[in-house]
């Protein structure tokens, strides 16, 4: 399965890597030659290590769980704000708070305080406060939304984080590997990858390359997400299909149980008499029954009616 064109890759420069003399010895297995000082990172692996981490997105999607895309440089900021929220995944796009992960308690108050700022400001409580309340309460407002407004809707830990520049993001790797999250992360030829789980190797200073990996990954949580939704309609069409079939069985049988006592006769020569007998002879004992003298019982009509 194929993700992502060679063309693509080479198109939006994801084979560039940083000057030689900057390299990490360990991305050594994933540079392809040097070039005017600067390494060549090899396009095929890049590919195959695509195909691996999108992959392990849809798995982690289908199971589901979320994807935190995690990109704080400025190359990064607009293109993983943009896919997160087209793929409807929470995102941190301007500073990495350290403990987001190991101390999620906490942020969760962080968070739960500006989602009760918001709803002040939506219902009109705003409008009984004094300016200064409403100025100090704006500001806290803004700064949680600058730092927390990506994974507001984040209730618990995430499945996998999706990393732009792990030497950057280096506290974001160190929380994710003691909590045992898989890490999915763009890794240039001066990062260590040895604490990825799933590394891509590729540029990750051009907005067109960092672009390109972060549409992909969104795309892999798209079709994990509408595969997921398929599943789901399928499972509901079967379990209608087993209703209906057993209130047809269960229909049939109670028709079978009726038509039990009803004797049909397709001979001609059949002798009716006899049920003609019976019938005379059961309207006799009704008529016998109703007869007070026939049943030995004499009543006396004066005393009955007298007074």
């Not at 990109?71 to 409807?88: D, F, Y």
């Not at 047809?248 to 002798?271: P, R, W």
Request: aromatic share 6%; proline share 3%.
């Amino acid at each position: 399965m194929s993700v992502v064109t060679m063309k693509s890759l080479l198109e939006s420069g994801v084979h560039f890597g940083h000057q030689t003399k900057r390299w990490n010895p360990k991305m050594a297995r994933y540079i392809y030659s040097q070039r005017n000082g600067i390494h060549i990172i090899d396009l095929q692996k890049t590919s195959a290590c695509l195909v691996t981490a999108y992959d392990a997105i849809r798995q982690v999607v289908k199971s589901g769980k979320t994807v935190l895309f995690v990109g704080t440089k400025k190359q990064a900021q607009q293109a993983i704000e943009e896919q997160a929220k087209r793929c409807a995944m929470p995102y941190v796009n301007t500073r990495w708070l350290g403990g987001m992960l190991t101390n999620f308690s906490t942020i969760k108050k962080s968070i739960a305080n500006l989602k009760k700022i918001e709803k002040m400001e939506n219902d009109g409580t705003f409008d009984s406060l004094t300016k200064k309340e409403v100025a100090l309460l704006t500001k806290e407002k803004n700064k949680l939304q600058k730092n927390l407004g990506g994974i507001k809707d984040m209730k618990d830990l995430p499945g996998a984080l999706f990393i732009i520049d792990t030497k950057k993001e280096a506290i974001a790797v160190a929380e994710a590997k003691r909590l045992g999250i898989p890490v999915v992360a763009v890794v240039d030829t001066n990062c260590d990858p040895t604490d990825i789980t799933y590394p891509i190797p590729g540029n990750d200073d051009a907005i067109r390359a960092i672009s390109l990996f972060v549409e992909i990954i969104a795309n892999a949580v798209i079709d994990a997400d509408n595969e997921t939704g398929i599943q789901i309609v399928e499972s509901l069409d079967d379990v209608n299909e087993d209703q209906s079939a057993k209130s047809t069985t269960e229909s049939q049988e109670a028709l079978d149980k009726e038509n039990e006592g009803i004797v049909f006769s397709s001979d001609e020569k059949t002798d009716y008499s006899k049920f003609e007998e019976q019938t005379e002879k059961k309207k006799d004992d009704a008529e016998d029954d109703g007869d007070p003298k026939k049943n030995g019982i004499e009543v006396d009509e004066e005393k009955l009616y007298k007074e």
